[in-house]
């Protein structure tokens, strides 16, 4: 009989309906009443949105780029570089295969896609100016670990 009524109370409280007989009017388990005479049982809005997905959707189109660089030690190398792609002695790709000290070299220097704030300042303000145009060749660009020579290669909402 004992498990009846157990069983019995959990079902209501499961199906949240409140009942007179269960708690006194003005219980909300723990939550303050504000003068309220009904049970506000709520036992179930602990689940409300539990399987709603708007936190989760794709966040909208962002500021991104997609770019290429070189890394070299001096100014005077990544210089000589620039002007040797300028006058198609290289292509970007190649010079960053072959000169470049950061492990991009082995993608032909593609950084992939990236938002401002991911690259050190000094890149990102180069990459995200207005004035970038994509597919020029831009730098030198001095930064902690050296000389870069960008190649923005797509950008979105900028």
Excluded at 4 to 27: A, E, G
Excluded at 71 to 96: G, H, M, S, Y
Aim: hydrophobic fraction near 40%; aromatic fraction near 8%; charged fraction near 20%.
């Amino acid at each position: 009989m004992l498990s009846l009524h157990f069983s019995l109370l959990l079902s209501l409280l499961l199906l949240n309906i409140s009942s007179p007989f269960l708690l006194p009017p003005s219980t909300t388990l723990g939550r303050p009443t504000s003068g309220t005479t009904t049970s506000a049982f709520g036992i179930m809005d602990i689940f409300k949105g539990a399987f709603n997905n708007e936190a989760y959707q794709a966040p909208p189109e962002g500021v991104k780029a997609s770019a290429r660089h070189i890394l070299v030690p001096t100014k005077a190398l990544a210089n000589d570089l620039k002007k040797q792609i300028e006058r198609e002695e290289i292509t970007f790709v190649q010079a960053a295969s072959k000169f470049s000290t950061c492990s991009s070299k082995s993608q032909g220097g593609s950084l992939g896609s990236f938002p401002p704030g991911r690259m050190v300042p000094q890149f990102d303000d180069v990459v995200f100016a207005e004035k970038t145009v994509v597919g020029e060749v831009l730098g030198p660009v001095a930064t902690e670990f050296g000389f870069h020579l960008i190649k923005v290669e797509k950008r979105s909402g900028v």
